[in-house]
Nanobody, 127 residues
Framework: QLQLVESGGGLVQPGGSLRLSCAAS????????IGWFRQAPGREREGVSC?????????DYADSVKDRFTVSRDNAKNTIYLEMDSLSAEDTGVYYC???????????????????WGQGTQVTVSS
């Protein structure tokens, strides 16, 4: 059974950076597309970024984070990262990683397609 655990969240000042990790256990992530989603207080969960399976490795980003966030894989560690730069208060929320057994291009907007979810990590951007 695939299990995902996010880490790396915390409190950061505007303009700062954080790197989130999504560590997998139980199954290798080679054939899984991974999505990063976030939910701010009072708002619906939204897609932030995704990375396709190891064979493809293509990525996608929400317009709001493009050129600031970078998603990557470390296959040896079975871990997905989300590097977040130039953070602002609008980036505050709980960040979740999710996995879908899928060899095609990852779908940033297809939240219901992701079968496995982590517990989330809080990111707070505030001075």
């Amino acid at each position: 059974q695939l299990q995902l655990v996010e880490s790396g969240g915390g409190l950061v000042q505007p303009g700062g950076s954080l790197r989130l990790s999504c560590a997998a256990s139980g199954v290798t992530l080679d054939n899984y597309a991974i999505g990063w989603f976030r939910q701010a207080p009072g708002r619906e969960r939204e897609g932030v970024s995704c990375i396709s399976s190891r064979g493809s490795g293509s990525t996608d980003y929400a317009d709001s984070v493009k050129d600031r966030f970078t998603v990557s894989r470390d296959n040896a560690k079975n871990t997905i990262y989300l590097e977040m730069d130039s953070l602002s208060a609008e980036d505050t929320g709980v960040y979740y990683c999710a996995a879908e057994f899928w060899l095609g291009k990852c779908d940033l907007n297809g939240m219901s397609q992701y079968d496995y979810w982590g517990q989330g990590t809080q990111v707070t951007v505030s001075s």
